[in-house]
């Protein structure tokens, strides 16, 4: 298999402070907390339709990783068959047939990422930041995910609004895992590091807003074209 090169990813260390991630975290903690009721309403409700339409179990936990030596079980809501739920790997066009018909509602939606509040909660994520790597590609590239997990993980960033369509286009054409895997290593890691660096260069309060935005209003143009 061939090797990406990573020359064209912007190498440098994001130069911020622990104090400035720090204060990010507590304010993260303190806004999962008056989000905590709303999300735990939208939970309930979802629980008895996802039981009834697909079964058990309600929640799926995959590792992820916080930081290239800290590894987490990030949740979601189980939208693949329980029999054959892959854990570890990229949602290749080779498995699409696995997700359930509400797990594709959820997924579209991105409902599935509620439970990743109690995530936020733990301390493991933030709302925004860097999509948290598979354990397989941060072990293939040190180098590159020892900056890019500099920033902490987040539900959403600039890497997810930007490129999330683009990379399900890529993966949704390949035919097995091999594949997808290549393909992911290829033509998705690189491209989602460049603005994962870009980010946390630029990141502000003004800029995390601008990404909360966009991700809305992408959400409201997918509800749209339903």
Avoid at 96 to 116: A, C, K, M, N, W
Wanted: charged fraction near 25%.
């Amino acid at each position: 298999m061939s090797e990406i090169s990573f020359h064209a990813v912007n190498a440098r260390a994001p130069s911020r402070s622990l104090l400035l991630l720090r204060n990010a975290s507590v304010v993260d903690r303190f806004v999962a907390v008056l989000l905590l009721p709303a999300v735990l309403m939208c939970l309930a409700v979802l629980l008895p339709i996802v039981l009834v339409l697909q079964g058990r179990p309600f929640l799926f936990a995959s590792e992820r990783m916080a930081t290239p030596e800290r590894a987490f079980m990030l949740l979601k809501i189980r939208t693949m068959s329980a029999s054959q739920n892959p854990r570890c790997r990229v949602l290749g066009g080779d498995i699409t047939s696995l997700v359930t018909p509400i797990g594709r509602v959820l997924r579209r939606f991105r409902l599935d990422e509620l439970p990743q509040i109690f995530n936020v909660l733990k301390g493991d994520i933030r709302f925004i930041g860097p999509r948290p790597p598979l354990r397989r590609y941060v072990e293939a590239y040190p180098a590159l995910y020892r900056k890019v997990l500099m920033s902490k993980p987040g539900i959403t960033g600039l890497a997810t609004v930007m490129l999330h369509r683009r990379e399900e286009r890529i993966l949704s054409k390949c035919k097995s895992a091999q594949d997808s895997d290549r393909a992911y290593r290829l033509y998705c890691i690189a491209p989602k590091a460049r603005l994962d660096l870009l980010y946390e260069q630029r990141r502000s309060i003004g800029h995390d807003l601008i990404i909360l935005f966009w991700t809305f209003a992408r959400l409201r143009k997918i509800r749209q074209r339903s």
